[in-house]
């Protein structure tokens, strides 16, 4: 009863949010550029690229379009890619952003992060990192496709924790994980090896089919879909022998029915097209950049005058009204006023029922 009741509550937040579909987070896929060959890219990213990297000053007369056109003052810009760290322009951009009033961080996967670039990230106004950490030796260099790519992730955390413990406020961090079948068995050591090394936060990710993901076999089973939940929920309150534990998050990508609340801080909302944007690197605009379907790209700041704010408040209808998701086993699904069809990447259209339903793989129906 209790739960239904916060349910009802969060419904309503939710539509209050849609109605004002507030811009508050920000993600530039600046390059597509990448020093890695992952085999669950979304992107489908190489180290060379068809795409061109946004030059940085069209992406700065973004920022001084939302600076002008928007209401909300504190929007965070998340610099992602591709790699980001392969340009040399960051600390520019970043000095731009902070100029504005606006936080910004990168997800990054420590390639190239070395610690004289680290200082001149921060000293450029970066707040927040993300870094992608996928196990031990073994299988985060599979998933990777690098034999040096643990070692560098690895040292990046602890530059990250030293520089957090010495300057505490100054940077917050987290550490990601892709679970799969080849590093689900390994969760539990990995999560004593994150708290050895002093990590707070961690979010885990399952993986979806998409870029190179949907050429590889990687996707969780219904019953190890089941088992990760299990170990997140059991992680969640979870302290090890000496009293220390780690805040883990499940991440957003989906409704999961019973293991709301208890697999992450918040109800499942996909709050693409609501309070997140994004600009992808040959200017075309969309939500969070796992959402790449044709029906979703909004237009281009090079064909509108980069007018982003225009685009925002006048377009994303789509994915401000989900209605068109209730089709196929959504149709008539007990869960719908809660799910909405679940996240808008796992649509390939805006006509199409999502090619995976969390709930029910929990459920053991797909």
């Known amino acids: 009863m209790l739960t239904r009741l916060k349910q009802a509550l969060f419904r309503r937040y939710r539509n209050e949010e849609i109605e004002n579909h507030q811009l508050r987070y920000l993600f530039w896929e600046c390059t597509l550029r ?48 591709g790699e980001p760290l392969l340009r040399d322009d960051l600390e520019d951009v970043g000095l731009e952003i902070k100029k504005r009033g606006f936080r910004w961080g990168i997800v990054t996967n420590s390639l190239a992060l070395t610690p004289k670039r680290f200082v001149s990230l921060l000293n450029a106004g970066l707040s927040s990192m993300s870094f992608s950490f996928d196990g031990f030796e073994r299988e985060h260099n599979h998933l990777r496709q690098n034999p040096h790519s643990f070692e560098k992730v690895r040292e990046a955390v602890k530059m990250s924790v030293a520089f957090q413990r010495q300057f505490p406020g100054k940077l917050v961090f987290d550490v990601i994980t892709c679970v799969h079948r080849g590093n689900l068995g390994i969760l539990e050591d990995f999560r004593e090896s994150l708290i050895e090394m002093g990590v707070e936060r961690w979010r885990i990710f399952s993986i979806f089919p998409e870029g190179r993901a949907a050429k590889n076999d990687l996707a969780l089973s219904a019953e190890e879909y089941r088992k990760l939940m299990d170990f997140i929920v059991r992680t969640r309150s979870y302290k090890n022998k000496d009293g220390k534990s780690i805040h883990l998050n499940y991440a957003c990508e989906g409704y999961l029915g019973k293991y709301e609340l208890k697999a992450r801080d918040f109800f499942f909302f996909c709050r693409g097209g609501i309070n997140v944007g994004s600009v992808m690197c040959d200017g075309s605009v969309s939500a969070c950049l796992s959402v790449r379907a044709k029906d979703f790209i909004q237009g281009n700041i090079y064909d509108e005058d980069f007018q982003f704010m225009r685009i925002w408040n006048e377009r994303y209808k789509n994915m401000r009204d989900r209605s068109w998701a209730k089709t196929g086993d959504c149709e008539n699904c007990r869960e719908w006023k809660n799910c909405l069809g679940n996240g808008l990447h796992l649509h390939t259209d805006a006509s199409s029922p999502p090619v995976r339903c969390n709930m029910r793989l929990l459920e053991g129906k797909c």
């Open 34 to 81: 990448c020093n890695l060959n992952c085999l669950h890219c979304g992107s489908d990213c190489l180290s060379t690229s068809g795409t061109k990297d946004m030059p940085k000053e069209d992406f700065i007369r973004v920022l001084d379009d939302i600076k002008a056109n928007s209401g909300y003052k504190n929007l965070s810009v998340c610099i992602t890619g």
